[in-house]
C-alpha cells in the first residue's frame, strides 16, 4: 500500500511517499515554487512524488480543527486550507489525519532503528501542544506527558529571534550561530526570567517579547542571542534529565523544530547512550511522520537522500578537479536532501584550509560575513579532528574542533564546528571525494554548505542550475 503524507499550512511544506515501510520519495515545497518556506504544497512537487506510483491514502500531519480552534483561541500563525482538498493529482484518495506531536514521534521513531526509547517532541506550538514526551517500545509509541500552551521552549526561542531583528520561524539558526559573538552573562538574569524553570514559564511568547525595556544596539543583538541559548541550553538539559530518571530510558529519540539547534543537541550525548535525530526533525518531517504514523511500523531508513532527482554519477573527478584549481565546488547531482541541511548532493564543497574561503563562500550565498560554516569530515577520522565519540551524519552536533588551526574556515567563533560525518554506505560519492582529498592533501575535511542564495530554497532541478549559471561565472558541476 503506498502512502502520501502531507504537511502544509506551516513555514515548510513537504510530502513524502512510502510503500510497505519503503520511503520512494519526500521533497520540499519551497524547491519547487523557488518560494522560500513555502507554505503550500504544488502540483510540481505532488507530481514528482506521483512519478513513484498514486498513493492508496493520504496522511495529513496535524488536525486541522483543532489548530483552528487554538488560533481561534489564542492567535497565531495558520489556518489555511489544506491543499489535498483541492489538488485534481489527489482526488478520490481517502485522507486520515494525525495529532502534530504524534507526526513528530512518528518521523522520529520509525525512523530510528530503535526498538526501546524515549522519544521527546519540542517545537512552537502544534495545535496546542508545545512539547511531548512518549515512550517507543517495539513498533508502539505510548504518549507519557504534554507540555502545554503557553510553556513552550520554541516560542520563546522564537520570541526573541524577532526581538533581535530576525525572521521568527525561519531564521532562529541564524540567532543559534550568532550567540558564540556574544556575551551570555550581560543579559542572562533578564531573559532567564522569561523562562525560569520550565514548569513556571507563564509568559505568553506567541506575540513577541512586547515589554523589553533597553536599546537594542548591534553588540546588544549578539549578547541577547548568547543569553537565549544559554538560557534554553539550560532548560533543555534539565528536563532531559529528569525525563532520563522518570523513565530509565538510555535511547533518545529528539524531534520538532527545536531539534534543529545543533548547539544545545551537542550535550544530548552527555545524557544519553544513543541519539536519533531525524534528518528533517521539524514540521517538514512530519509529512514522512503522518505517513509513518499510518503505516505503524518502523521504516526501512537508508538515508536523506528522497528527493527530486538529478540522475548522474556523482562526478569525484570533476569536483577534485575544481578543488584544486578554484578551491569551491558547486555540486547538484542524484536525488535532493529531504531536510533543512545540504549533505553532499546539492552543496558547495571548499577547501577548509584557506582562511579566506570563508569571506569568498558567503560572498557567493549573499550571506553575513560573520555566518559559520560546516565540516565533512570521513567519518573514521571524526573523532581525531573533532571532540566526538557518535556519528553526526546529518549536521546536528556542533563538538569542539581539535585541530582549528589546520581547517580556520570551517571552525565556529566558540572553537566548535558543525559537523557531517560520512562512511561508504551514506554516501559512496562524497566518501570517495573526501578520500581521495585526504590523500592529496591530509586533511580529511572538506567545507559542506548548501548550493543556495540567502533567502532562497536550496537548488532542485535542471532550471535552477541553468540560472544559477546566469548569474554567476561559476558553473554547478553535476
Ligand atoms: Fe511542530
Known amino acids: 500500500m503506498k502512502i502520501l503524507g502531507i504537511n502544509e499550512t506551516t513555514h515548510d511544506a513537504a510530502v513524502c511517499l512510502i510503500e510497505d515501510g519503503r520511503i520512494l520519495f519526500a521533497g520540499h515545497a519551497e524547491r519547487y515554487s523557488k518560494e522560500k518556506n513555502d507554505w503550500y504544497t504544488n502540483d510540481e512537487l505532488i507530481a514528482d512524488a506521483l512519478t513513484y506510483g498514486k498513493p492508496d491514502k493520504i496522511a495529513y500531519y496535524e488536525s486541522e480543527w483543532l489548530k483552528k480552534l487554538r488560533i481561534a483561541r489564542h492567535g497565531g500563525f495558520g489556518g489555511g486550507k489544506p491543499y489535498y482538498k483541492s489538488s485534481p493529482l489527489l482526488k478520490g484518495i481517502p485522507v486520515k489525519s494525525f495529532k502534530h506531536h504524534y507526526s513528530h514521534a512518528a518521523a522520529g521513531y520509525y525512523t530510528s532503528g530503535m526498538t526501546d526509547a524515549l522519544i521527546v517532541v519540542l517545537d512552537a506550538i502544534g495545535e496546542f501542544d508545545t512539547g511531548s514526551v512518549w515512550i517507543g517500545?517495539?513498533?508502539?509509541?505510548?504518549?507519557?506527558?504534554?507540555?502545554?500552551?503557553?510553556?513552550?521552549?520554541?516560542l520563546f526561542y522564537s520570541a526573541f529571534t524577532d526581538l533581535i531583528g530576525l525572521k521568527a520561524n525561519e531564521e532562529e539558526y541564524i540567532m543559534m550561530g550568532m550567540a558564540a559573538y556574544g556575551d551570555p552573562q550581560r543579559y542572562w538574569k533578564k531573559v532567564n526570567n522569561y523562562f525560569p524553570w520550565v514548569q513556571k514559564q507563564k509568559y505568553n511568547f506567541h506575540q513577541g517579547i512586547t515589554d523589553w525595556d533597553e536599546t537594542i544596539d548591534e553588540q546588544a543583538r549578539f549578547d541577547i542571542a548568547a543569553a537565549v541559548q544559554a538560557v534554553y541550553e539550560q532548560r533543555l538539559?534539565?528536563?532531559?534529565?529528569?525525563?532520563k530518571v522518570e523513565t530509565g530510558k538510555q535511547n533518545l529519540v529528539f524531534m520538532g523544530g527545536c531539534a534543529l539547534?545543533?548547539?544545545?543537541?551537542?550535550?544530548?550525548?552527555?545524557?544519553?547512550?544513543?541519539?536519533?535525530?531525524?534528518?528533517?526533525?521539524?514540521?517538514a518531517g512530519s509529512a514522512l511522520g503522518a505517513a509513518a504514523a499510518l503505516y505503524g511500523k518502523h521504516l526501512d531508513w537508508q538515508g536523506p537522500y528522497l528527493g527530486h532527482d538529478l540522475g548522474g554519477e556523482y562526478p569525484v573527478d570533476k569536483i577534485i578537479d575544481a578543488l584544486i584549481k578554484d578551491k569551491i565546488a558547486p555540486v547538484a547531482s542524484g536525488k535532493a536532501e529531504y531536510g533543512p541541511r545540504a549533505l553532499g548532493n546539492r552543496s558547495i564543497l571548499a577547501d577548509p584550509r584557506d582562511p579566506n574561503i570563508k569571506d569568498r563562500v558567503n560572498l557567493i550565498k549573499k550571506r553575513e560575513l560573520f555566518r559559520p560554516f560546516a565540516?565533512?569530515?570521513l567519518e573514521e577520522y571524526a573523532s581525531e579532528w573533532f571532540d566526538m565519540r557518535y556519528t553526526s551524519p546529518y549536521m546536528q552536533y556542533t563538538p569542539e574542533c581539535l585541530k582549528p588551526d589546520l581547517i580556520p574556515s570551517v571552525v565556529h567563533a566558540d572553537g566548535t564546528s558543525r559537523v557531517q560525518t560520512v562512511n561508504k554506505a551514506d554516501h559512496p560519492g562524497l566518501y570517495e571525494v573526501l578520500t581521495r582529498w585526504n590523500k592529496l592533501t591530509g586533511i580529511p575535511v572538506l567545507l559542506n554548505t548548501s548550493l543556495n542564495i540567502k533567502g532562497q530554497p536550496i537548488i532542485n532541478d535542471h532550471q535552477d542550475l541553468l540560472e544559477w549559471q546566469t548569474y554567476y561565472d561559476r558553473s554547478i558541476i553535476s
Do not use: R
Open 261 to 283: 539547534n545543533s548547539k544545545a543537541n551537542t550535550m544530548l550525548w552527555k545524557i544519553f547512550k544513543n541519539v536519533w535525530i531525524m534528518p528533517n526533525p521539524g514540521d
Open 375 to 377: 565540516p565533512v569530515v
Open 237 to 243: 538539559w534539565d528536563i532531559m534529565c529528569s525525563y
Open 137 to 154: 517500545e517495539g513498533d508502539k509509541i505510548k504518549p507519557l506527558k504534554k507540555l502545554k500552551y503557553p510553556l513552550s521552549f520554541g
